[in-house]
């Protein structure tokens, strides 16, 4: 199996165990531990499903991770809340740099035209808009509609789901982990 597969099951089954578990939406800013640290599991947003699946099922610490590269490459961030340093804090639970740590540190791959299902792999991330502006990720499930869609597994307001939303909204980002 390549490793991109076996990491991709990893990462659904890890944010999968989520489901039930964490329950509401909160997106409020928080001290956190460092490294490892993470808001209380029965609540997040949807960045908490990635940050949480990622750590416990490839032992990548997003907080950590982001932390760094922010450190380093801080002009490469968006400057969308007017910070001038990083704040290990909150950096990683933003979409827009996960979006930026994606496409500097993984494959950023080409969003398809036609929406074509077959393009996105179990444990693909995936980036969209919600109207008006709300960014937002998900992670592609290893489950698929009877027409052959992915299922996501996201936090868009209920806790964490997997739902039939992976073209719903407008895509912004398609991202396969190394």
């Known amino acids: 199996m390549p490793l991109h597969a076996q990491s991709g099951e990893k990462l659904?089954?890890?944010a999968r165990k989520q489901i039930g578990v964490t329950t509401a939406y909160d997106p409020a800013y928080e001290s956190l531990a460092y490294p490892g640290g993470d808001v209380p599991v029965e609540r997040g947003v949807c960045t908490d499903v990635v940050i949480?699946?990622?750590?416990?099922?490839l032992s990548k610490d997003l907080q950590?991770?982001?932390h760094e590269d922010m450190k380093g490459n801080f002009g490469s961030y968006p400057k969308n809340w007017g910070l001038s340093r990083p704040d290990k804090?909150?950096?990683?639970?933003?979409?827009?740099?996960?979006?930026?740590?994606?496409?500097?540190?993984h494959d950023q791959l080409k969003l398809p035209a036609d929406k074509d299902p077959t393009k996105f792999l179990p444990g693909d991330i995936v980036t969209c808009i919600v109207p008006p502006n709300?960014?937002?990720?998900?992670?592609?499930s290893d489950r698929r509609t009877e027409g052959g869609i992915p299922l996501i597994i996201h936090n868009i307001g209920a806790g964490t789901q997997e739902e039939d939303m992976l073209f719903r909204?407008?895509?912004?980002?398609h991202y396969r982990l190394k």
């Open 12 to 14: 659904v089954a890890a």
């Open 52 to 57: 949480r699946a990622m750590r416990t099922s």
């Open 64 to 66: 950590k991770l982001v």
């Open 89 to 105: 804090n909150i950096d990683h639970r933003r979409v827009p740099n996960l979006q930026t740590y994606f496409q500097r540190q």
């Open 134 to 140: 709300l960014p937002h990720i998900m992670i592609v």
């Open 169 to 173: 909204f407008k895509l912004t980002g």
